[in-house]
Each structure stands twice: as structure tokens, then as C-alpha cells.
Nanobody, 123 residues
Framework: QVQLVESGGGLAQAGGSLRLSCAAS????????MGWFRQAPGKEREFVAA????????YYGDSVKGRFTISRDNAKNTVYLQMNSLKPEDTAVYYC????????????????WGQGTQVTVPS
């Protein structure tokens, strides 16, 4: 079992920045791949970013490439999502998720999820 708790969401101006954190507990954090997904009202949950268990490989959805950065600190059992140049279309609930093995981009591949944190960027 893995427990994930996100924090850091809130209100940001267009062009601004936020940093999300996801603290994990319950098993060996360093052996699992971590991902961030988001879901806007009326839309399906979409892939945002993911990072391999060593942190050596990172992947991003097309809509956030060049603006968001995922990182992890295995000593702190925490994964981060630095979000820069925020846009109104980034408004969504952001979820942290994890899985064993290699990184994938599919929501259904991730077995453990946090409760989500709201990010709002007014237009």
C-alpha cells in the first residue's frame, strides 16, 4: 500500500508559477515511478508528467512541455511539479499517482492516487 498526499495548489495569475508536492508513505518510494495527472471540469483525466524511479527519465504531456518540470527527492519520499508560465487552461484538479516498474502515460496503469489539489488560473 502507498499513501499519497498532494499539496501546493491554489490560485495563480496567468503567467505565474506554482509548485505542487506529493508526499508518499507506506512502501519503498525509490522503487516506484511517479506521475502527475490533471482533470478539468467535464473533461477526462489527462497525463501531465512522469518520472522514473531513479529520476533519470522524465516525460511530459504536449500541453505542458517547456513550462512544467517534474522532479523527485527519494530521501524525502516526495515528488514535485514546478509549474511556470501558467495559463487559464491549466485550471484543473491535479493528482499524484504511482506505479511499480517503468513509467507509462496511461491513467489506468497507475494503482495508487492522491486526493488531488486544485489549481486555478483565472482568465
Amino acid at each position: 500500500q502507498v499513501q499519497l498526499v498532494e499539496s501546493g495548489g491554489g490560485l495563480a495569475q496567468a503567467g505565474g508559477s506554482l509548485r505542487l508536492s506529493c508526499a508518499a508513505s507506506g512502501r519503498t518510494f525509490s522503487s516506484i515511478a511517479m506521475g502527475w495527472f490533471r482533470q478539468a471540469p467535464g473533461k477526462e483525466r489527462e497525463f501531465v508528467a512522469a518520472i522514473s524511479w531513479r529520476g533519470s527519465n522524465t516525460y511530459y504531456g504536449d500541453s505542458v512541455k517547456g513550462r512544467f518540470t517534474i522532479s523527485r527527492d527519494n530521501a524525502k519520499n516526495t515528488v514535485y511539479l514546478q509549474m511556470n508560465s501558467l495559463k487559464p487552461e491549466d485550471t484543473a484538479v491535479y493528482y499524484c499517482a504511482c506505479k511499480s516498474g517503468s513509467v507509462t502515460f496511461k491513467t489506468n496503469d497507475y494503482g495508487y492516487w492522491g486526493q488531488g489539489t486544485q489549481v486555478t488560473v483565472p482568465s
